[in-house]
């Protein structure tokens, strides 16, 4: 088979530009400047800048546009078909002249969906997406293994980009999608999943959409014309609401779990429809119910990664996957998934503390949950980094009822001490609060303040780019001085 035939048919002599040459794009690039189409890269960063891969592209004439800043590093950006990269707007000025003039405005996630032949699965949320997404696929390779047919290919937002793969793709394979808001701010126009999920809604990304509502419309159109079935949670009421508007408007077959309701009747009871699949636990079992027939899926004893919000990862995950593997399949990997890297990772015990690195804790949310996952434990966390605007309110709750000391580091350390500090709960004698600017001693001094029997817990609440290029920089960063000490 012709090498990226399907990709080479879709542009059919198409000029092509990739607006961002980052994770996503330069695979795509590569791709595109193979298959001898005319390609143009624009990036904010000189080419100089972007490192051997870019220099290697431009040899085989693609052409680079940059060094400008902001949005005029876009300004008179064309061709037939413009990629953008997930980080960018859609309705930047630039864009919108385009297409004024004619250009298609895509992705490279959306030319995988158009793409694709495989079965797929996808998921978004603002926390325990990559969790789930990661059980989801382990669900289905272990039952495509043990009934010898099919393969299966985890990618999105998480691992290698999937789309150089499809022309090796059958309708016998899946492919199970991690999906962000920025990836799914257009993906209303391309084929839709057949079985997708919302983990839950939290406020998350405020520094890049205008307000919740921008926010929960982009993980809206994880929900297509093609969506069979929509997994969510039952406790968080924006994504309970989209699942209702969904399921008024589409139609759609409904999921709901929850880790605090312990029967079909208690999750649907209240809402406009009662129709759908339940999850939920009872008598330490993972349980699913039609509202006639209830099924045990797991004994959670059999989970070996700690904290609620795992066991509500493991129910996403089953939910979309029920009826599609056997049920034998949750425990088989239960018994074996030791968690994902950087999420409630222990790198090392050192003088009877535990070091955890936790670094994919970029919001509130998050790091509550960890906190939550380690109660009863002597914790000196470390919290803060760059800004995504979201309140730290909840945040500071957590602090004050898990932590016994708090290192707070980066852009917004002192921002989040002073949300604790002026919390009513607060009492300066039960939490000690420090602010080290600096990470690296940030981290050495919370390790100072750690006990025999306790943990030091790097879980920031924020991004990392204040300081680092993403969160596993900043959670390698954590475990090399961690290992050093």
């Not at 492919?175 to 126009?189: A, G, I, K, N």
Request: aromatic letters at 8%.
């Amino acid at each position: 088979m012709e090498k990226y035939k399907s990709i080479k048919e879709y542009i059919s002599g198409r000029s092509c530009s990739v607006a961002g040459f980052g994770v996503s794009n330069i695979p795509l690039a590569s791709i595109l400047a193979s298959l001898g189409e005319r390609v143009d890269v624009w990036d904010k960063k000189a080419l100089s800048e972007l490192g051997s891969g870019a220099n290697d592209l431009a040899k085989k004439g693609v052409l680079f546009n940059s060094s400008l800043n902001g949005e005029d590093a876009f300004a008179g950006i064309c061709g037939d078909i413009i990629f953008r990269s997930p980080g960018i707007r859609p309705d930047i000025a630039p864009f919108l002249e385009a297409i004024r003039r004619g250009s298609i405005l895509s992705s490279e996630m959306e030319l995988f969906f158009t793409l694709t032949p495989s079965k797929l699965f996808a998921i978004s949320g603002s926390d325990g997406k990559t969790t789930s997404t990661t059980l989801c696929g382990l669900f289905l390779e272990c039952d495509a293994k043990r009934k010898g047919c099919g393969r299966v290919y985890v990618g999105g937002n998480i691992g290698k980009p999937l789309l150089e793969f499809c022309d090796e793709m059958t309708e016998n394979d899946s492919s199970v999608l991690e999906l962000s808001s920025f990836q799914l701010m257009t993906m209303d126009r391309c084929p839709s999943a057949k079985r997708v999920a919302i983990t839950n809604i939290s406020p998350n990304h405020l520094d890049w959409h205008r307000g919740m509502g921008e926010y929960i419309d982009a993980k809206k159109n994880i929900v297509g014309k093609e969506t069979e079935l929509f997994v969510t949670n039952r406790e968080s009421p924006d994504a309970l609401g989209v699942a209702l508007e969904l399921c008024d408007s589409q139609g759609l077959k409904i999921a709901l779990f929850s880790s605090v309701r312990h029967s079909y009747g208690e999750i649907f009871d209240g809402l406009p429809i009662k129709k759908g699949l339940a999850v939920y636990v009872r008598d330490g079992q993972i349980c699913i119910s039609d509202g006639e027939i209830e099924e045990v899926l797991l004994d959670i004893s059999r989970i070996r990664i700690p904290g609620v919000h795992n066991i509500e990862n493991f129910m996403t995950a089953m939910a979309l996957t029920y009826g599609s593997v056997d049920n034998e399949v949750y425990s088989l990997v239960a018994d074996e998934f030791l968690g994902v890297e950087h999420r409630l990772q222990l790198v090392r015990t050192l003088r009877g503390i535990d070091f955890i690195n936790s670094s994919i804790d970029s919001s509130p949310t998050r790091t509550s949950a960890a906190l939550s996952a380690l109660a009863g434990r002597d914790i000196v966390a470390i919290c803060g980094g760059y800004d995504k605007k979201i309140p730290f309110e909840p945040l500071a709750v957590a602090l004050i009822k898990y932590a016994r000391a708090v290192v707070l580091t980066g852009d917004t350390g002192e921002k989040i001490g002073e949300v604790v500090k002026n919390s009513s709960s607060f009492e300066s004698d039960k939490l000690y609060l420090e602010y080290v600017k600096d990470f690296d001693s940030a981290v050495m001094r919370a390790a100072s303040l750690g006990r025999d029997g306790g943990c030091v817990l790097l879980s920031p609440a924020c991004a990392s780019f204040d300081a680092f290029d993403n969160f596993k920089e900043r959670g390698e960063r954590f475990k090399s001085i961690v290992m050093n000490m």
